[in-house]
């Protein structure tokens, strides 16, 4: 790679620098959304006083015053009003957002650098995962015994609920998020994202979010589980106006991220990075957020047919108006198959960029993965109808619906094959982001296999609604799902925090996450099998067995998930520091130095080669790589090593 081509940013002029901008912080947030919060209350009390639905209308008005309230009071909206009073941002005040010289501070204001947001993400995901993470935990201890009486029905159902949909927004943003907004920027070879103040505000809308969906618990819970399905949805208490909200703002949040990055990757890529040149994740990134784009549309039309039910007396869901239960399960569906690949495809495709340096090989093959991943993109559409084989909605697609999910397969398979032909023959340095490889393999063989299964039809009509379809879609999206953005978490930390992750916590957690994950979804599979449904808080004693396997199981991941973010907390404190490239990887994002300067490159850079040419010396390698961990790697595999050529590593 060679570099070339000077860059100089144009001032943007208009106006004198500064003003309340740089006063607003996310306290300043708070306060606004409270306050405005406060107000549309009063306002819906007011104008609703009387109403069928008042609560339900005070309880919105007051939630989305909150968001609007918050995202304002951040300074969210300074720019665009700026632009409307006719005074633009001064280049002053660009590089003010973009955080230039603020210390600790700008990780609490509506930055604009793309690094600051990505590790803005990364801890809102930790946050996610760790909240979602206690409540199953309280969920497997409710079901250690058949009757526990730990929790009551209510409590129950509703700790499923917010803990399948914390789970899903935390998956669905863990890799996009801190990877694609902290690493792609990099790996494409530009200065920042498309939209910099778009990315600020997707980053910020779900932090306005989280308050919204954690209100249900005070407002009477969602009963209806994370799908939120009608008719239960239509009746519930106001905690479903929480659910409608927050899946609202998410939405918004996903639109104005995925046109940002489908931007920035398409337009924004280094001279010479042509598409055959372009790194794997970044097309993973792409695939998802483009996905997304026509998926959560969906998902929000669902909620504003709900919430003109629920708040203006309508009928789109309830039969006795004409309505249709039916109807919120295609759009819900239509939203949630794609969404299970805009989950999987990001933490594959980075798991595949990590296993090609680790195995020192060009990926195998590049365009098998490219292909795969369009035919994973278009098919995903196509078979939503899948979750709803047992529902009664026209039972003469349920073939057709077999078919597409069944064909999907191939492709999902196509992923899994590129990544085994990686590793074949070749002298693989197995750290702790490779293992996540291995566990990912192992674990998503059997919920891929098992998916295939729960698409047959008849064998369906046994499984739908047992704790069979939750320990297939828990090895899909936790096993392999959250297994890859962990590997991508160790692989980049390096990069994103300047410092090494600890190597043996890392592989303690390792250990102690996979083994519990394998033994408790495997004992959520007997009893499953067995006939135990999803969702309910007792069961037949003979589950019992069954049943404390998993608990212990899910004990297990627990302590180590905790590990984990021992290990990223001390290793992001005070962490061997890391060399500018430690693995001896060859994308763009490992030429920058450690801290990265604010505008990422120097010199734009020119690709003149594909991201896995091993072949070709590295740079910056470290004098001695650290100890292989694997069997049959011997001294001298890991990178650097000589030189590190590609043909050396190979057997
Ligand atoms: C790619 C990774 C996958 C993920 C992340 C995933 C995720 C999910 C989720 C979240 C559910 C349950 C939703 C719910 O009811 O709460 C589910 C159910 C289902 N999955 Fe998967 N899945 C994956 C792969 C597959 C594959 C490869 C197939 C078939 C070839 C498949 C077929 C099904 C079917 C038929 C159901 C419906 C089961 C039922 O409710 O009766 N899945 N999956
Ligand atoms: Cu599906």
Known sequence: MTVADTYQTDPVTGGPDGGIMRRLNVGTGILGGVVLALAANLLADWLAGDAVHEVDVRATATMVGWAVGFMAGLGAFTGPVRWLLGRDLTHADELFLAGKDQGEGRYFRFTTDHKVVGIQYLVLTMVMLGA?????????????????????????????????????????IMVTGPFGNFVVPLMIGARDMAFPRLNALSLWLLFAM???????????????????????????????????????IFAVSTAVAGANITTTILTMRARGMTWTRTPIFVYGVLASVVLALPAFPMFMAAEI?????????????????????????????????????VILIPAVTALMELTAVFARKPLYSF??????????????????????????WAPDLNGPFMLTTELISIPTGGLFLVILGTLWRGRIWATFPMMCTYAM??????????????????????????MFVTAHFHYTLMGAGLTGAIGALAYWFPKMTGRMLGDTPGLVSFWLVQIGFNVTFLGMFMVGLE???????????????????????????????????????????????????????????????????????????????DAYGYGEPVRDAPARAPAPVAAGAGPGQGPGQGGGTGEEART
């Open 132 to 172: 979602g993470g206690t409540m199953a935990m309280l969920i497997r201890t409710d079901l250690i015994s058949p009757n526990s009486g730990f929790l009551g029905p209510q409590t129950y159902n509703s700790l499923v609920g917010l803990h399948g949909l914390t789970m899903i927004l935390a998956t669905i």
């Open 210 to 248: 989280l308050p919204v969906l954690y209100s249900a618990a005070f407002l009477g819970g969602i009963p209806m589980g994370w799908v939120g399905y009608t008719p239960i949805a239509d009746q519930g208490p106001a905690g479903v106006d929480s659910y409608m909200v927050a899946i609202l």
């Open 305 to 341: 047919l709900l919430l003109v039910d629920r708040l203006m007396g309508g009928g789109f869901y309830i039969p006795s108006l004409g309505g249709q239960p039916w109807l919120y399960q295609n759009l819900f569906w239509l939203m949630g198959h794609p969404e299970v690949y």
């Open 367 to 392: 365009r098998i993965a490219v292909l795969s991943i369009i035919a994973i993109v278009g098919l995903s559409v196509t078979v939503w109808a899948h979750h709803m084989f047992a529902s009664g």
């Open 441 to 466: 393999l192992w674990n998503f063989i059997i919920g891929g296999i098992t998916g295939i299964y729960l698409s047959d039809v008849p064998l369906d009509y046994q499984l739908h609604g047992s």
């Open 531 to 609: 006939g135990q449904p999803r969702r309910v808080v007792h069961y037949g004693a003979s589950l019992h067995t069954g049943n404390l396997i998993s608990t212990i199981g899910a004990y297990f991941i627990g302590v180590g998930m905790l590990v984990l973010l021992y290990d990223v907390v001390a290793s992001w404190r005070h962490g061997k520091p890391a060399s500018m490239n430690p693995w001896g990887a060859k994308t763009l994002e490992w030429t920058v130095p450690n801290p990265i300067p604010l505008e990422n490159f120097a010199v734009l850079p020119v690709v003149t080669e």
